[in-house]
């Protein structure tokens, strides 16, 4: 079965500093792989997404993530934090031919100025 | 281009009541997906429907809940004789296919039973 996993569950940068949040997936095809940003009492806004092709994708606000199919990865980075970007993270995992995206539990960045 | 509508956004309950939730996907997208989030958790499947069609419901309880998205109008999200353990945030998501292209989310309904 899918399954993802967000092994840190609160992040905490100071701004400027360098991200990376961690996603580990279980998939045993090709998976289609997503970075959602939830802000405090909204919904969901799609940062990038992994279908194939180049491993390493660039998504809206400044942030990328690569793909590793050797470590099962998927881990969202961006060079320099903004304090806006204090929110909640979810990563999530789909594949052709299913009907839903499985997420992650998330993970809480907050940033210091 | 309107995005994906829920509501209400807030929806206070007393227990046994029933609650009704509503979702307007973005025009031209005709999948649906309903989750269910709970504090301090992920987002969880609940249902994912069609027009006129429930595909897969893999992810609701047995009891209670249930879902449609008529041939008119917005898809819904019902559930019966709320409990305390059904507060939660309820977020409704649309697509123009599958999964595998990503969705669009609505802001959710914040349910709380009382």
């Known amino acids: 079965a899918q399954s993802v996993t967000q092994p840190d569950i609160h992040i905490t940068v100071s701004e400027g500093a360098s991200l990376e949040l961690r996603c580990n997936y279980s998939?045993?095809?090709?998976?289609?792989l997503f970075w959602y940003v939830q802000s405090p009492g909204q919904g969901l806004q799609l940062l990038l997404k992994?279908?194939?092709?180049?491993?390493l994708v660039q998504g809206i606000k400044g942030f990328e993530a690569e793909f590793k199919r050797s470590q099962s990865s998927f881990n969202l980075r961006k060079p320099s934090v903004h304090w806006s970007d204090a929110a909640e993270y979810f990563c999530?995992?789909?594949?052709?031919?299913?009907?839903?995206?499985?997420f992650g539990t998330g993970t809480r960045l907050q940033v210091f100025p | 281009n309107a995005g994906v509508m829920q509501n209400p956004r807030h929806l206070v309950r007393r227990r046994g009541q029933e609650a009704r939730l509503r979702c307007s996907p973005m025009?031209?997208?005709?999948?649906v997906y309903w989750y269910r989030q709970l504090p301090e958790e992920g987002l969880k499947f609940m249902v994912y429907?069609?027009?006129?069609?429930?595909?897969?419901e893999s992810g609701m309880p047995k009891e209670r809940f249930s879902a449609e998205f008529p041939k008119e109008g917005p898809s819904i999200l019902r559930i019966q004789q709320v409990v305390r353990g059904d507060s939660a945030a309820y977020f409704c998501?649309?697509?123009?296919?599958?999964?595998?292209?990503?969705?669009?989310f609505g802001s959710g309904t914040r349910l709380t039973v009382v």
């Open positions: 025009k031209g997208h005709s999948h």
């Open positions: 999530a995992v789909g594949a052709q031919g299913t009907d839903k995206l499985i």
């Open positions: 429907l069609q027009k006129e069609n429930i595909i897969d």
């Open positions: 998939y045993g095809a090709t998976p289609y």
């Open positions: 992994y279908f194939s092709g180049d491993t």
């Open positions: 998501a649309s697509s123009p296919g599958t999964a595998s292209n990503g969705y669009t």
